[in-house]
T-cell receptor, first 115, second 113 residues
Framework: GAGVSQSPSNKVTEKGKDVELRCDPI?????LYWYRQSLGQGLEFLIY????????KSGLPSDRFSAERTGGSVSTLTIQRTQQEDSAVYLC?????????????FGNGTRLTVT | DQQVKQNSPSLSVQEGRISILNCDYT??????FLWYKKYPAEGPTFLIS?????DKNEDGRFTVFLNKSAKHLSLHIVPSQPGDSAVYFC????????????FGGGTRLMVKP
């Protein structure tokens, strides 16, 4: 079946502009995650949605970052007033539930470049 | 504070030999560990996992070993193949403290023909 789909695959934006990144998780997956990978670094947790529960926003680096998940499916990550340090690959993942039961399935990411 | 560390940024191995990738963690509450493999321009893909109640899990050419007392795990690939060349990430979770994975910085494996 279809995997996790992310769009756009690449985004170049000017410093100070807002950007929206989209994630379509695997159908039926109740959990959705956003991570980012800066150049030469590991994956940094940003935010986690599980069903109708309040999201875990503990990884968001600043209040310029926000995310929504509408209808328990599609998610949008919004970065306001982008800065050069926001340049990274933003990865979305989904899973059936608890990490110990169902591993995360990642999309191919959105490469964001802030000039 | 990096809770999961992969101290070797890269590893080069000859085809047919064993590849050993290492990972150390500091949080004793981690109870589930996973390895992911990542090719360029693709998302990470799940490879193998192990629960903290076990010390070994094997799947074909891939074996993960867990040493809880040393807070260390390793991934063994044998025999290594050129197609195994990728970045390997170690990840851990504490299922009692949320449902997210903490990742290491990755190790780039190069398998030479």
């Amino acid at each position: 079946g279809a995997g996790v789909s992310q769009s756009p695959s690449n985004k170049v934006t000017e410093k100070g502009k807002d950007v929206e990144l989209r994630c379509d998780p695997i159908s039926g997956h109740t959990a959705l995650y956003w991570y980012r990978q800066s150049l030469g670094q590991g994956l940094e947790f940003l935010i986690y949605f599980q069903g109708n529960s309040a999201p875990d926003k503990s990884g968001l680096p600043s209040d310029r970052f926000s995310a929504e998940r509408t209808g328990g499916s599609v998610s949008t990550l919004t970065i306001q007033r982008t800065q050069q340090e926001d340049s990274a690959v933003y990865l979305c993942a989904s899973s059936l539930g608890t990490v110990g039961i169902s591993p995360l399935h990642f999309g191919n990411g959105t490469r964001l470049t802030v000039t | 504070d990096q809770q999961v560390k992969q101290n070797s940024p890269s590893l080069s191995v000859q085809e047919g030999r064993i590849s050993i990738l290492n990972c150390d963690y500091t949080n004793s509450m981690f109870d589930y560990f996973l390895w992911y493999k990542k090719y360029p321009a693709e998302g990470p893909t799940f490879l193998i996992s192990i629960s903290s109640i076990k010390d070994k899990n094997e799947d074909g050419r891939f074996t993960v070993f867990l040493n809880k007392s040393a807070k260390h795990l390793s991934l063994h690939i044998v025999p290594s193949q050129p197609g195994d060349s990728a970045v390997y990430f170690c990840a851990a979770s504490d299922n009692n403290a949320g449902n997210m994975l903490t990742f290491g910085g990755g190790t780039r494996l190069m398998v030479k023909p």
